[in-house]
């Protein structure tokens, strides 16, 4: 396993550009499957998660070529509708694979999407949606098969806004007949993302990125092209990488109304935050402890907790951050204690008292964004940081320490020979 070696105390300054969505680049890739033919993305990101989901279409009968961050998706030779095992379990994403297979092929299979390093990760808000337009779901031994003679047009009611299941029920009801709304949708800019692919395909979708969307069925939709919006999450991760080193960054390339709550929380931590037309610049400030809670979009996204609770630790004061998205979001606390940070979690909710500074030490990335949380808390830390694990990181940030290198710091990947 790769791992990070970053020598602390340097002060990010300059420009960079984010890649992207992961968020976004999955459920399109997914809906790629909806018709036969030949799908064009542009700006994708070259992440271990979208090869895998790569793996999986080509598994399929797709075939696909990446020519840097275009990705060109040829379906007319896809007919299967089971997802195999080991890469479900490698990418529990892949259950936004049901709504386009079933939409196609009125039938799907796949293993039920063990959970992961956050949390159980349930399917039940999806079953539902997919049964609420004539499916029938069948889990058991582990597998999940779901059928359709017919997809009717229905009503879905969430109970929660879930983003997957909110995809998943717009894959599947574009080519059903009738029209499908969905209640309680999820809001998320990724689900805008989507939409707008889906209409460029010929499907009748309205509403996303409010609460409720329309879909009209359509009896055939063709291949499109798309270029996929830019990543929120990592233009968040940048800003806080600014932040927690007091420098003077600029995130450019992104959609700033995307991150609102991400700015209003920096500004009231009291960073200097400047916002143009598809930039954010953030310059040091006096840093004040915050609270903050995670919600469903527009609210502080659940992906970034971990990164803002690493610029917690060495802010004046206390906070209390609260994850009401994921059930065990806080594996970056162990790791961040072992730098001298003062942090006690009970239950979902982290309360942080900042120190003056942090050390280096070696911490291992226990998923994702914890593990950007890592990094972040590294570049601050007094001394030298080693980050175990850095295939976890690799899902979601596209080389970062290139990325983190562009605007001067010290931080190199030592590659792990197996
Ligand atoms: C998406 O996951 C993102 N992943 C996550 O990003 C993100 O954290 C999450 O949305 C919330 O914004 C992708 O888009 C690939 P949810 P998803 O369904 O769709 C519960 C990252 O780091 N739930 O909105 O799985 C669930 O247990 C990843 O990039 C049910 O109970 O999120 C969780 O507590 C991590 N039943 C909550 O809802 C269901 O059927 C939010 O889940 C579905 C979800």
Redesign the pocket.
Known sequence: MDRFIVQGEVQLCGSIAVSGA??AT?PVMAASLLCSGITVLHNVPNLRDIRIMQEILTLLGAKIVRQQHTMIIDTTGVNKAEIPENLMREMR?SVFLMGPLLGRFRKVKLSYPGGCA?????????IKALEKIGATVIESYGYIDAVSTKLTGGKIQFD?P????TENAMMAAVLASGVTVIHNA?R?P?IIDLQAFLNKMGAKVYGAGTDTIRIEGVNKLNAAEHTIMPDR?EAGTFLLAGAITSGDVVVEGILPEYLFSVIDKLQEIGLQIDIGYNYIRVRAGEMRGVDVNTLPYPGF???LQAPLLSLLTIAKGSSIITET???NRFKHVDELTRMGARIKVEGRTAIVRGVNGLTGAIVSAPD??AGGALVLAALAAKGTSEIEHVSHIDR?YEQLEVKLRSLGANIYRLKQVT
């Open positions: 992961k968020n999955l994403a956050i949390g159980p990760r349930p399917i039940n808000l999806h929660f879930s983003v997957g299941a999820a998320e990724e999450i996204p659940t992906d998205i994921f059930e994702l964004r979601g």
